[in-house]
């Protein structure tokens, strides 16, 4: 592939868009040109070869701005190689295995044959905004759970499959 590859995420916080770059920054590190925009920014999908979509998780759902994205786009979305990722889990589930999608996801999936999914740890700081983190973090479950070791062996996997297929 000699595109350019789209990564774009929903956020509240930043958590997730700090994963988005890291996939980005691994992508470019096995020769890929990437563009990294948050996902309400996003005006068209036409000009990308390939598109990774991320979102934020808040009570078992997809960050509205990364399910909008997919509604707004799906008839591009459904010609082009798409990968999933989700972030949010406050503990380690992530890191010590698999985390299915949640249900929008998997249909989006499904819809679109993504080629994967993946599910990484999530970060809620102190200056995070909104009641509930606030609530979640005066139960002292906050923290930083991301693994971005995981992250860059993810999306080097994604290049591989791009470059080693050389399709669109």
């Known amino acids: 592939m000699t595109g350019t590859v789209l990564v774009t995420y929903g956020t509240r916080n930043g958590s997730t868009a700090h994963i988005a770059e890291a996939i980005a920054d691994a992508l470019r ?3 890929l040109t990437v563009e990294t925009m948050r996902a309400a920014s996003v005006p068209f999908t036409t000009p990308y070869d390939a598109v990774v979509v991320g979102g934020a998780l808040y009570a078992g759902r997809w960050h509205k701005d990364a399910r909008r994205f997919i509604r707004r ?3 591009d979305l459904a010609r082009l190689p798409v990968w999933f990722f989700s972030s949010g889990p406050l503990d380690t589930s992530a890191s010590d295995g698999d985390i299915p999608p949640v249900r929008a996801v998997r249909r989006a999936m499904d819809d679109l ?3 994967g999914h993946a599910t990484f740890g999530g970060c809620l700081d102190d200056d995070a905004d909104g009641f509930l983190a606030r609530r979640i973090l005066r139960s002292g479950k906050g923290g930083d759970f991301r693994d971005f070791e995981a992250v860059a062996a993810w999306a080097s996997g994604i ?3 791009l470059k080693g297929r050389g399709e669109r």
């Open 29 to 31: 590190e096995n020769g």
């Open 159 to 161: 290049a591989q499959q």
């Open 113 to 115: 044959h993504a080629r």
């Open 73 to 75: 786009h799906r008839p």
